[in-house]
């Protein structure tokens, strides 16, 4: 991609021909500088991004890992190992992991030890409680970021990400956002028509992540509270978000990525009649209207019980016809052929090829800003439900309810005693 193109680029997704391309090769375009990738957070999205970016581009070296526990970072540096000395494709692109014991980091702090440790391109797949902390750390340390959504938990997170956006770009540091759609050429080229007036002005939308219950993790011998809330973050809203934040969050982002615009405010229900509490304090079900600027009103849903109707998916309808845009159809008639299809990058890798190719080509492109509004869109149906009050963008963003100050975290501390929101109850501030 020409930078021109690149930058049109940002906001907007990448083109969907960068995400049909092949991986460069040998291509460093204007910095030859190797890659050297610091991963914090070394769970099942961690070492399946360290993967993923072995396989976007040549050198690339997986030079530092970091976990709040011991034993996953131990078992990352032997995972990373592996697959490096084993795929063939990573091989083929002269890629491998560097990982002495000594950047091998594991406790609170280990994510400074890991940006400190002379990496230039920072994997943030930890829980997302403690994204905005290590985001900030991350910028402010002058790091090329790839950070898995969503970006926060509350809007105090929010703030921290977009003063990072901005930072970054005053840095000419490359962002990129584990919204993979963004990367998918699917998605791209249907939301491509959609832009360029396939379906007229549109008018609504609506958008779902239902399936069934998620998981739960026991608790470990000897684990502190704050270790196994941790552990077993998914039921904590406090590092988790609640799922409609920690999942609905992607097709949040696709309705905010077609209608070129976050939703003014939010309306939302949602409950729990869970009673388990090893599944934390998290709720079952939301449903939402989001109100978009022009009085267009979409709807959204996002489930976790098991044995109901499944879906993961986005639709809007505009002045002229309508998109199934998760299925990648106009008027019902698809828009990416099977071609195509077969063609089409893995979108968890082409995220890093074009992070990676905007780096080395000067002209790094920063989706901070759309993950952060898609999180706050998420935040909002979360809270909306939560209190069952109508919250607008402009009290979400500077709302100062925070669940938790995780810059002030110590391993035996006393965590507070959360409880089921209850809507009429539970104040939003
Ligand atoms: N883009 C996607 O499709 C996608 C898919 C899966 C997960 N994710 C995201 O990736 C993130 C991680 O999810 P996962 O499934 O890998 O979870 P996981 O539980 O498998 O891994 C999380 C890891 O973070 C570690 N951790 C917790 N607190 C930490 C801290 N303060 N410092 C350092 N390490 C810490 C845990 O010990 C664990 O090893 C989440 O934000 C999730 O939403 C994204």
Redo the contacts with the bound molecule.
């Keep these: 991609m020409s930078k021109l193109n690149r930058r049109a680029a940002i906001g907007t997704g990448i083109s969907a021909a960068a995400a049909l391309s092949a991986l460069p090769t040998g291509a460093y375009a204007a910095g030859d500088e190797v890659i050297k990738v610091g991963l ?7 070492t399946g991004a360290a993967s993923n970016v072995l396989h976007s581009a040549p050198g690339v070296v997986i030079h530092a890992v ?4 011991e034993s ?1 970072a131990k078992n990352a540096q032997r995972s990373i190992r592996n697959m490096a000395d084993n795929e063939p494709k990573i091989k083929e692109l002269g890629n491998k992991a560097d990982l002495p014991d000594d950047r091998v980091f594991w406790g ?1 702090d ?2 400074q030890k890991v940006i400190n440790s002379g990496v230039n391109y920072v994997i943030l ?4 409680g ?2 905005p902390l290590h985001i900030e750390a991350a910028i402010k340390a002058g790091k090329n970021l790839f950070t ?3 970006v926060a938990v509350d809007g105090a997170g929010i703030r921290i990400c977009m003063k990072a956006f901005d930072e970054a770009n005053q840095k000419k540091l490359g962002v990129a956002a ?3 759609r963004r990367h998918q050429a699917s998605y791209i080229e249907t939301i491509k028509r959609i832009h360029d007036g396939a379906i007229g002005d549109l008018v609504t939308g609506r958008c779902y992540w239902n399936q069934g219950i998620l998981w739960s993790r026991p608790r470990r011998e000897k684990m502190t509270d704050l270790e196994y809330q ?2 077993n ?1 998914y039921n904590f809203t406090w590092i988790c978000g609640d799922h409609v934040v ?2 609905h969050v ?1 097709n949040l982002d696709v309705l905010n990525w077609v209608f070129r615009e976050h939703p003014v405010a939010v309306n939302a229900m949602g409950g729990r009649s869970r009673n388990n509490p090893a599944y934390g304090h998290i709720f079952d079900f939301f449903s939402a209207e989001l109100e978009y600027p022009g009085d267009r009103h979409c709807i959204s849903q996002a489930r976790q019980i098991s044995n109901c109707f499944n879906a993961v998916t986005e639709f809007v309808t505009g002045t002229k016809g309508t998109s199934h845009v998760g299925g990648s159809t106009i008027n019902g008639k698809p828009v990416v052929t099977p071609a195509m299809r077969r063609q089409q990058t893995d979108p ?1 890798i082409q995220e890093h090829t074009d992070l990676i190719t905007s780096i080395r080509a000067s002209s790094p492109i920063n989706e901070l800003k759309n993950v952060a509004e898609s999180t706050l869109t998420a935040i909002m149906v979360r809270e909306a439900a939560y209190s069952g009050q109508r919250i607008t963008w402009e009290q979400a963003l500077n709302s100062q309810k925070t669940y938790l100050d995780v810059s002030k975290l110590s391993l035996d501390m006393k965590m507070p005693e959360w409880e089921v929101a209850v809507p009429g109850k539970t104040r939003f501030s």
């Excluded at 914090?40 to 961690?46: L, S």
């Excluded at 970091?66 to 526990?69: A, E, I, K, L, P």
């Design positions: 914090i957070g070394c769970g099942g999205r961690g970091g976990d709040m526990f996953q609170l280990a994510y797949a930890t829980p997302p403690f994204r898995e959504k969503p584990g919204t993979q941790c552990w973050w920690e999942q992607h968890y």
